[in-house]
């Protein structure tokens, strides 16, 4: 049986983020990756916003992770040469009725220690001539950065301190031993053991199953996840550099509504929208084009529904409970008072997890390092 001191379940943007911050010269650590390469779920399939955090539950551990996350990644960009840019986002409101909203979102930033400043329409329009808007808040902190580069780093840092990325590696089963677990995995069809320490589950819309699949009771402990699907339209080269920054409508009942993505290579993107799936499935239904149109067009009326193809998909690992719509927080456990000690579990990492990574394993590597 090969053995580690710790085990990370899955290669994301978390996992990474995590390995780099757990890992040390006196620690074997392995990353096990289902997948042929890391970062190729949700990780590479997202709209790779820095959030300004203004959205959250004061006091909740999105709002704190994704505040000082996006101090962390900016300035780790800043040192690592990762590309990003502060391009700042405007929230629109349409009509007078939508304004209220923009308000009461003011309101949040401002209890969660986030600028946001309000513009009224003239003001709106000398910053994005093409949006039209009765109002807008304006997130000067809000950004984009290069998701890949930033999971580089994470993954050349951790191995830099001896981490060991395993790929083609997927987790069967989990069993409790004398000195922490034993980790079943199918390695390229051997299959392979692996007594460790510790485990942390960072396998993003499986991580429910790994949890069941360690012993844990996932609907009683409400850690049941649902596949929460975005998609994305391409914007044809027609439209680029109508807008200089992010632009959001004012928010749909759960999703924050189908927006202008800038990637950071200088394409743009609209979406994600929000559907629950049976299961993951990253296909671009080529039918909604016109309903991403119609939904943007309120704003930018200049844009049109030719310029829009099919772009990617990708999958929220979302908590089933509460399903009414109302705030539901990260998960990040130590499962020390279910009688399993050494067992971490991030459950329901859904957006701002991108943001929010470097703070969600900082908080891992200080569980961590009280158990070593
Ligand atoms: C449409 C959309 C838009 C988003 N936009 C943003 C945004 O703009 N800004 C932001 O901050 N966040 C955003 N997010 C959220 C962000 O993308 C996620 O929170 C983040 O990528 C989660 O990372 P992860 O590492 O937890 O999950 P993942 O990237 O899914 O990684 C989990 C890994 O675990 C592996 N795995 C699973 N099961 C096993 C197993 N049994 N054995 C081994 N490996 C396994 C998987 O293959 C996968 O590689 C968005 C998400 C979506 C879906």
New binding site residues.
């Given amino acids: 049986m090969e053995r580690a001191d710790i085990v990370i ?8 983020a995590i390995a780099s911050e757990v890992s040390r010269a006196s620690r074997d650590v392995l990353i ?4 042929p390469q ?14 300004g955090g203004l959205y959250y539950r004061p006091g909740s551990l999105k709002a704190e992770a ?1 505040r000082s996350g996006r101090e962390r990644i900016y300035a780790l960009a800043e040192e690592n040469g990762i590309p990003f840019k502060k391009t700042g986002k405007l929230i629109v409101a349409v009509n007078e009725g939508e304004t209220g909203y923009l308000e009461s979102l003011m309101k949040n930033a401002a209890d969660n220690n986030v600028v946001a400043i309000m513009l009224d329409e003239k003001e709106a329009r000398r910053m994005e001539p093409a949006v039209k808007c009765r109002a807008a808040l304006f997130s000067p902190e809000t950004g984009i950065i290069d998701t890949h580069e930033l999971m580089k780093y994470f993954l050349r840092k951790a191995r830099s301190l001896g981490a060991e990325l395993v790929t083609l ?4 089963g989990i069993e409790r031993s004398a000195g922490g677990y034993v980790v079943k ?1 199918d390695n390229s069809g051997e299959e392979v053991e692996i007594s460790a320490r510790v485990v942390i589950n ?6 429910g ?2 949890a069941s699949m360690a012993g844990i009771d996932i609907g009683k402990c409400g850690y049941e996840q649902i596949y ?3 998609e ?1 339209f391409r914007v044809s080269d027609k439209f680029l550099n109508r807008t200089k920054r992010l632009v959001y409508p004012v928010p749909l009942e759960k999703s924050l509504g189908i927006h202008t993505v800038l990637d950071i290579r200088g394409g743009v993107r609209l ?2 929208d929000e559907t629950v799936v049976p299961k993951i499935d990253h296909t671009v239904d080529a039918n909604k084009r016109k309903a991403f149109y119609d939904s943007v067009k309120r704003f930018i009326p200049s844009i049109e529904e030719e310029w829009l193809s099919p772009d990617i ?5 979302q908590l089933k409970y509460p399903n009414d719509g109302s705030f539901r927080d990260f998960i990040i456990s130590h499962e020390a008072p279910k009688g399993m000690e050494g067992f971490i579990d ?1 459950i329901g ?9 470097p703070v969600i394993a900082l908080r891992v590597a200080g569980i961590v390092d009280g158990l070593f």
């Fill in positions: 379940i899955g290669a994301g943007v978390v996992g990474l096990l990756e289902k997948n890391w970062g190729m779920e949700t990780s590479s399939r997202n709209s790779e916003v820095v959030h994704s590696a997927e987790v069967t995995v960072s396998a993003g819309n499986n991580a199953k790994i929460s699907k975005g994305y979406g994600p998909a990708g999958i929220r690992p991030l990492i859904e957006s701002p997890g991108l943001t929010a990574s």
